[in-house]
């Protein structure tokens, strides 16, 4: 069974950054791409980011773009999200999600972290 | 960026009946949607893909149409677990993946 674990979510100040961490199991985690998306409270979903299995290819929203960095290490099964120069708009539900093998949707989720930019 | 509209906002309807979602995309996504299912403080789940193709484990009441800028999502009976919120999502043109805003089916 595929599990995906996001940890490392918390309230941090304007400005601030945090790190956040995407478990997984359950899968040959070095064969699939991976991506962050997130959800404000009360709102709909947003895709954040997306790296590709190898780690050679990544994208950005342009609203994280030069504020936010994605990785990955294939060796411990894990995805990451450093998150910088944080902002209130930034406040979300946010989930690691894996990319489908055949098409680009996003075929399984993890439970999402909780992430609160506010003074 | 291709920009997913979708309608109504909310919709209510009662169990057994049949629920009509729809999604439009701002140019051709050819068959490259997904639709999604979220309940309240849960992850969204995969619903359909390819517009009509469902994913594993779910149920036949669910099915999926269109193609180009035109779909829908129909919930042929509705059962009491399908009141949640539903989000189509365009996989095309990359970046970005986008999503339409949601449709919430509630209990009329």
């Known amino acids: 069974e595929v599990q995906l674990v996001e940890s490392g979510g918390g309230l941090v100040q304007p400005g601030g950054s945090l790190r956040l961490s995407c478990a997984a199991s359950?899968?040959?985690?070095?064969?699939?791409?991976m991506n962050w998306l997130r959800q404000a409270p009360g709102k709909g979903l947003e895709w954040v980011s997306f790296i590709s299995s190898s780690g050679s290819a990544i994208y950005y929203a342009d609203s994280v773009k030069g504020r936010f960095t994605i990785s990955r290490d294939n060796a411990k099964n894990s995805l990451f999200l450093q998150m910088n120069s944080l902002r209130a708009e930034d406040t979300a539900v946010y989930y690691c999600?894996?990319?489908?093998?055949?098409?680009?949707?996003?075929?399984?989720w993890g439970q999402g972290t909780l992430v609160t930019v506010s003074s | 960026e291709i920009v997913m509209t979708q309608s109504p906002a909310t919709l209510s309807v009662s169990p057994g009946e049949r629920a009509t979602l729809s999604c439009r995309a701002s140019q051709s996504v050819s068959t490259n949607l997904a639709w999604y299912q979220q309940k309240p403080g849960q992850a969204p789940r995969i619903l359909i893909y390819g517009a009509s193709t469902r994913a594993t484990g779910i149920p036949a009441r669910f099915s999926g149409s269109g193609s180009g800028t035109e779909f829908t999502l129909t919930i042929s009976s509705l059962q009491s677990e399908d009141f949640a919120v539903y989000y189509c999502?365009?996989?095309?043109?990359?970046?970005?993946?986008?999503f339409g805003q949601g449709t919430k089916v509630e209990i009329k």
């Open positions: 999600a894996r990319g489908s093998p055949t098409t680009w949707h996003f075929d399984y």
């Open positions: 999502q365009q996989y095309n043109n990359w970046p970005p993946w986008t």
């Open positions: 359950g899968l040959t985690f070095s064969s699939y791409n």
